[in-house]
């Protein structure tokens, strides 16, 4: 075919993710045959910090991402509170835990409503059966006149949704409550229970538009065949069985193969040790069973090697990293470092957590079918299933009256590390202060990890190979295979840049 | 009258503002805006075009083909490094982001800078950072930034700096709407070309933790329900903001939240020149008091004040929830 598109295509900007993105493709015959990614801006925030107060972290390092604000919090918090040995009491740890949570479910629902579903909505996919209804549900917010019903109604719940963060936090994004010995904010009693009617409200939304069906049921599939039966049995009832419909129809699940090996660090820790969601590293090599081992932290390593950032020493570990530019290197293509674990690719994200957590249903489906763009997709969703009745189950657990905030001494000289997990995946922060100023802060961010770009070892990112085979059809300079793929992974480029 | 169309891009900021205009307090976000005659020609987390379809929209823009009545900006611009721009490219195009805002802000009816960076340089531009950041038409609370302090959009307008970190969703969509119905002058905006809506007010007016300021009773430690303004650094009596009274996320605001107001809405807020949760004193008296009270005055009344603390409002002060509830008297009120 004469028209077959081969050739080097720069795509950008690319919108409905958070933050700055190109790709750069290699197509032949039709295909993908490379992608670099580039995180097209620098903001320098490890440059930042060094020497202003210890504390004054908790205000600078929010202000990272306006989209994993308080993930970032909880991270510096977890850094510091390391460094100073400080707990915070049941109730602070509970109030932490539903902040984190409220941002991290806010952002799976505005990834899917706003971010990925508009994809279904463009014209080249006009001729297909279920194209009306995708474009009544789901048409982008941000143009025209055609704006989906459901995306309108995801954005009112999201809105009262984060009323949560209003009692809890004080404002979102950028609240300042969270603290390493627990919450600013104490909850009483009335708020309490007001808190749970907003609870309440956000299952309404997500069992009667999202699921049609209790979370308990969705949270209650146990592998992909149960999960084939109860879309077949009413395909388009729910968003999420009319994606499921939508994805069989385009075969989302051929595009967007991960590294078949995943992060979490875990999370949201509990009062009596232990984490709700469990931390670990998966590997699920196609046609061998998945296998699970605790991260080491110690493994990680970022290389500067295609960024614009200076890589004397080779790559490094976080506690040791360096952040400086040096624009004019060669071989580099973003602002992006590589970040390894034991010199090894990974992916993270929801999907990286269900694995760690050995929920059933997402085990089985990347089992099956791998990581790829429908099962990062339900492993969110399916996330949101589980984590609301945690947060139930939290807010229950809160006793007025009882203590949010345990009183830290930082010490004068201090080193804290603090891992955590954004609705993105993986985050981590490395501190280090003397004479109660900041002298180091390295930041690794879930998709500096989903995005980086090659390292050393011409290894490409989790994001570089997910590229390659995806089609590119006559005409397309902005390709919409690539497009699911990319969004797939719910990049937070603000993050990475940071 | 026709739609307001708007532009909104992104640059070295956070993509917060963003997020917090979602959280407009309306059950149709959608409707609003639109009922209001608002139209987005392009939204970096909203709209459906990418790659290709929006540099075509950007070009059209820039030729006049299609008007270009309100460029939002969020995101401080990045100049560095040496002036070139590089820091930021718009994806997509190799050129500077701030080669394209000053283009496109040379074809807009109305320029606005969305939250504090992209009016002051906010904390990207705080101290020691590399990125030469600043605001649209400000660096801090100097005039100028990228555009030049004579600067003045098609309408004649100078950047209306709708600052805040993030800013609240509340002033962004009352200041399109203002746009789009004719109704904002230069007469509206402040010295710093704030909207005076929100920027005549003080974080101050409102607050829950009132009673406690007019006692000096104050808060020691984070999770403490007293005054912040003595020891925790809060700015809520200089701020110019009504977060206290337009609440943020439904009931919301930073001293609800337990945690000082640091005046993120005013130029340098990044770089107070303290830690940001101790509050500088000089002989056990606060440097940054009320900036419309003699000194004299307020020391005065501090110690007054202090001395008829009721014994109520000084222990709930340092504790994280009522110990001494309000007296409930056995006689009618008089």
């Known amino acids: 075919m004469s028209n077959t598109p081969t050739g080097r295509l720069l795509v950008g900007p690319f919108n409905r993710v958070e933050g700055d993105l190109e790709v750069q493709l290699q197509v032949a015959d039709g295909r993908v045959a490379s992608a670099q990614v580039n995180a097209t801006m620098y903001r320098g925030f490890e440059q930042l910090l060094p020497g202003r107060a210890v504390r004054d972290a908790l205000v600078v390092v929010p202000r990272i991402c306006g989209i994993c604000s308080v993930s970032q919090s909880v ?51 006009a001729d297909r059966p279920w194209w009306p209804e995708a474009v009544r549900r789901w048409a982008a ?104 419909t939508v994805a069989d129809d385009l075969a989302l699940a051929q595009l967007g193969a991960g590294p078949g090996r995943t992060l979490s660090w875990g999370a949201y820790p509990q009062p009596d040790a232990g984490l709700a969601l469990a931390a670990g590293v998966c590997e699920h090599p196609s046609a061998s069973p998945l296998t699970r081992q605790a991260p080491d932290v110690r493994l990680v390593t970022e290389d500067a090697t295609h960024a614009w950032l200076a890589d004397s020493g080779g790559p490094r570990h976080p506690a040791q990293g360096v952040t400086l530019p040096d624009v004019d290197k060669p071989a580099a293509y973003s602002w992006n470092k590589a970040p390894r674990l034991d010199g090894r690719v990974v992916e993270t994200g929801a999907i990286a957590r269900q694995l760690a957590d050995g929920q059933p249903l997402i085990t089985d489906v990347v089992q099956c079918h791998g990581s790829q763009v429908v099962s990062r997709v339900l492993a969110r969703l399916i996330e949101l299933a589980r984590v609301l009745p945690m947060m139930e189950r939290w807010l229950g657990a809160i006793v007025p009256r009882e203590p949010f905030y345990t009183p830290d001494s930082l010490p004068d000289e201090g080193e804290g590390m603090g891992l955590t997990e954004a609705a993105r995946g993986a985050l981590g922060h490395w501190v280090r202060w003397r004479n109660g100023r900041l002298l180091h802060y390295q930041i690794v961010a879930p998709t500096s990890w989903n995005f980086s770009p090659r390292d050393a070892q011409g290894q490409p990112g989790a994001l570089e190979a997910a590229l390659v085979g995806a089609p590119v059809y006559p005409g397309e300079r902005t390709p919409v295979a690539v497009q699911h793929i990319v969004r797939s992974f719910d990049p937070c480029m603000v993050c990475t840049v940071h | 009258m026709g739609s307001l169309h708007v532009l909104w891009l992104q640059s070295g900021g956070c993509g917060g503002c963003s997020m917090s205009l979602l959280n407009a307090d309306t059950p149709d976000w959608a409707a609003t805006l639109r009922t209001s005659g608002i139209e987005w020609l392009w939204h970096p987390s909203l709209s459906l075009a990418s790659g290709e379809a929006v540099l075509q929209m950007l070009e059209d823009c820039l030729s006049g083909a299609q008007p270009l009545d309100v460029l939002c900006i969020e995101g401080a611009l990045l100049r560095g490094p040496q002036g070139s721009g590089r820091f930021h490219l718009l ?3 190799g050129v500077p982001m701030i080669s394209w805002v000053r283009r496109l802000a040379g074809v807009a009816r109305y320029v606005v800078a969305v939250g504090s960076c992209a009016a002051w340089g ?72 704030r909207p005076r809506f929100y920027a005549d007010q003080l974080v101050h007016h409102g607050c829950t933790r009132n009673e406690f300021y007019e006692f000096k009773a104050s808060a020691e430690q984070p999770s403490d329900l007293g005054c912040m303004m003595e020891h925790m650094g809060c700015k809520g009596t200089q701020a110019h903001a009504d977060c206290n009274t337009r609440l943020w996320n439904g009931e919301g605001s930073c001293t609800r939240g337990g945690y000082a107001c640091i005046s993120c809405t005013e130029p340098g807020f990044q770089d107070p020149g303290h830690a940001f949760d101790a509050t500088p004193k000089v002989a056990g008296i606060p440097i940054g008091l009320p900036t419309d009270m003699p ?16 014994r109520r409002v000084k222990t709930n002060a340092t504790a994280d929830h009522i110990v001494v509830p309000p007296v409930a008297r056995k006689t009618r009120l008089k």
């Open chain 2, 295 to 310: 000194k004299a005055w307020f020391v005065a009344l501090a110690s007054l004040s202090k001395s008829a603390t009721p």
């Open chain 2, 91 to 93: 994806a997509g195009t």
């Open chain 2, 122 to 193: 906010g904390v990207s531009g705080a101290r020691n950072h590399a990125t030469e950041a600043c605001g649209l038409q400000f660096e801090d609370d100097q005039p100028g930034g990228l555009l030049g302090a004579a600067f003045r959009s098609g309408a004649g307008l100078p950047v209306i700096n709708v600052a805040g970190c993030p800013t609240h969703p509340g002033w962004v969509i009352d200041s399109l709407m203002a746009l789009a119905d004719g109704s904002l002058s230069a007469d509206d905006l402040d010295s710093l070309q």
């Open chain 1, 75 to 125: 991270a510096a918090a977890r850094a510091l509170a390391d460094a100073a040995g400080v707990t915070p009491p049941p109730n602070g740890q509970h109030a932490l835990n539903l902040m984190q949570a409220c941002e991290n479910l806010a952002d799976h629902l505005s990834h899917f409503y706003l971010f990925f579903a508009p994809d279904f909505t463009r014209p080249i996919y």
């Open chain 1, 141 to 244: 917010l941000g143009a025209g006149v055609t704006q989906g019903e459901h995306a309108r109604q995801a954005l009112a719940a999201r809105q009262r949704w984060f009323t949560l963060m209003g009692t809890l936090g004080g404002k979102w994004p950028h609240t300042q409550s969270v603290q390493p010995g627990g919450s600013s904010r104490a909850i009483d009693a009335a708020e309490r229970l007001r808190l749970m009617s907003k609870l309440r409200e956000m299952r309404a939304f997500l069992e009667s538009t999202l699921f049609a069906a209790p979370l308990e049921d969705i949270a209650a599939l146990r592998d992909a065949a149960a999960l084939a039966r109860w879309h077949a049995a009413d395909p388009l009832r729910g968003d999420l069985r009319f994606f499921l």
